[in-house]
């Protein structure tokens, strides 16, 4: 049987911004990242490492300057229309109701409104809003705004689900519960996931595997690490087991030296301005 395709593969992907001075900014350089179908796999680094650029080019919002973009084996031509992007604001309109909100890409699919309308109620039931569903964005908690919008990802079936630090904005204890959520729906479900984070808890806790981007400008993937934690995984137990802390500690001393290579460049930055 031939090899099953990556669901995204990026090969040599470079990516250049222009800027006031007339020079390029490059933000990644050379970048090779291949994510097998199912497989939830994090993308970690210092702050301005380029991590929210890759899931721009796996989306298609963004394409390289250099190198390519397969999703499934194809060339990513345009929009990736096998993938939901989920913000790290969330994208309700604040004059639809929630229900209108979470059908809204059904909508653009030109889904019957009845049809429509009994799967948003499916899956808002899903994620715990099925009494509001007449309500609007602004009569919402933080928490309860984040799963309308997972319900808003999901509904419309994706194949891979690219999220870009979609609980940074949530206390502890919310983001948590979202976490455990978001496992709950993505286990056997075959869909792929492409999660950014600056949090190594949280991308250790969730992933198969996490990779890691060097310090900015041109990032380049630093290493990968597999995460063979057993799933099932209840994450307000697993950050205490012993093979979760040494998965920590092997990652963390590789980000930490990004981390400080980061703040050493920003701080010539500032000194030559």
Same mark, same amino acid.
């Given at each position: 049987? &031939?090899?099953?395709?990556? *669901?995204?593969?990026? #090969?040599?992907?470079?990516?250049?911004?222009?800027?006031?001075?007339?020079?390029?900014?490059?933000?990644?350089?050379?970048?090779?990242?291949?994510?097998?179908?199912?497989?939830?796999?994090?993308?970690?680094?210092?702050?301005?490492?380029?991590?929210?650029?890759?899931?721009?080019?796996?989306?298609?919002?963004?394409?390289?300057?250099?190198?390519?973009? /397969?999703?499934?084996?194809?060339?990513?031509?345009?929009?990736?229309?096998?993938?939901?992007?989920?913000?790290?604001?969330?994208?309700?309109? &604040?004059?639809?109701? @929630?229900?209108?909100?979470?059908?809204?890409?059904?909508?653009?699919?030109?889904?019957?409104?009845?049809?429509?309308?009994?799967?948003?109620? *499916?899956?808002?039931?899903?994620?715990?809003?099925?009494?509001?569903?007449?309500?609007?964005? /602004?009569?919402?908690?933080?928490?309860?705004?984040?799963?309308?919008?997972?319900?808003?990802?999901?509904?419309?079936?994706?194949?891979?689900?690219?999220?870009?630090?979609?609980? #940074?904005?949530?206390?502890?204890?919310?983001?948590?519960?979202?976490?455990?959520?978001?496992?709950?729906?993505?286990?056997?479900?075959?869909?792929?996931?492409?999660?950014?984070? /600056?949090?190594?808890?949280?991308?250790?806790?969730?992933?198969?595997?996490? @990779?890691?981007?060097?310090?900015?400008?041109?990032?380049?993937?630093?290493?990968?690490?597999?995460?063979?934690?057993?799933?099932?995984?209840?994450?307000?137990?697993?950050?205490?087991?012993?093979?979760?802390?040494?998965?920590?500690?092997?990652?963390?001393?590789?980000?930490?030296?990004?981390?400080?290579?980061?703040?050493?460049?920003?701080?010539?930055?500032?000194? *030559?301005?």
């Amino acid at each position: 049987m &031939p090899e099953q395709p990556y *669901a995204v593969q990026l #090969s040599g992907m470079t990516k250049r911004f222009p800027t006031a001075t007339g020079e390029a900014y490059t933000a990644v350089r050379d970048i090779d990242l291949a994510v097998a179908p199912g497989r939830f796999v994090s993308v970690v680094g210092p702050t301005g490492c380029g991590k929210s650029t890759l899931l721009n080019a796996a989306a298609g919002l963004m394409p390289p300057s250099e190198g390519t973009v /397969h999703v499934y084996g194809e060339p990513l031509q345009g929009l990736n229309r096998r993938a939901s992007y989920m913000f790290q604001q969330d994208a309700l309109l &604040p004059w639809r109701s @929630v229900l209108d909100n979470v059908t809204l890409g059904l909508r653009i699919r030109k889904v019957p409104a009845d049809e429509r309308a009994e799967q948003g109620r *499916a899956w808002l039931e899903r994620v715990g809003l099925g009494a509001f569903a007449a309500a609007y964005p /602004h009569q919402l908690s933080g928490g309860m705004r984040k799963r309308a919008a997972v319900a808003q990802t999901w509904i419309v079936d994706p194949d891979i689900l690219l999220m870009d630090e979609p609980f #940074s904005a949530l206390d502890v204890q919310t983001r948590q519960l979202m976490e455990n959520e978001l496992l709950t729906l993505w286990t056997g479900s075959e869909k792929t996931v492409i999660f950014v984070t /600056h949090d190594l808890d949280e991308a250790i806790s969730l992933s198969d595997e996490v @990779v890691l981007l060097s310090a900015g400008p041109d990032s380049e993937v630093v290493g990968g690490y597999p995460v063979d934690l057993p799933r099932p995984r209840d994450l307000m137990d697993i950050r205490n087991s012993p093979e979760f802390n040494d998965i920590y500690r092997r990652i963390w001393s590789d980000l930490r030296n990004e981390v400080m290579k980061s703040y050493e460049r920003r701080a010539r930055t500032l000194q *030559a301005g």
